[in-house]
């Protein structure tokens, strides 16, 4: 309905570093969950080699992009 597809994270960075192609970022609130569905597109997304995080503030938000674009990990 708001044209996203279910289960895929809300945000993506179209950046790739040494390690991945890109990073998506799912955003939560704190009592916020993962649907299965959820789970099983971020397996499959980790797989084909891209980065995903879960956010549930936008300090943690800001850490991760900082993170992932000044010190990217395996």
Do not use: W
């Amino acid at each position: 309905r708001e044209g996203v597809v279910s289960g895929v994270p809300d945000l993506f960075l179209a950046h790739a570093n040494f390690f991945h192609y890109g990073l998506f970022i799912e955003m939560k609130s704190d009592k916020g969950k993962l649907s299965q569905n959820q789970k099983n597109i971020i397996d499959k997304l980790e797989l084909a080699g891209y980065h995903v995080e879960i956010c549930n503030s936008f300090e943690s938000f800001k850490s991760v992009i900082e993170n992932y674009l000044t010190n990217p990990k395996p």
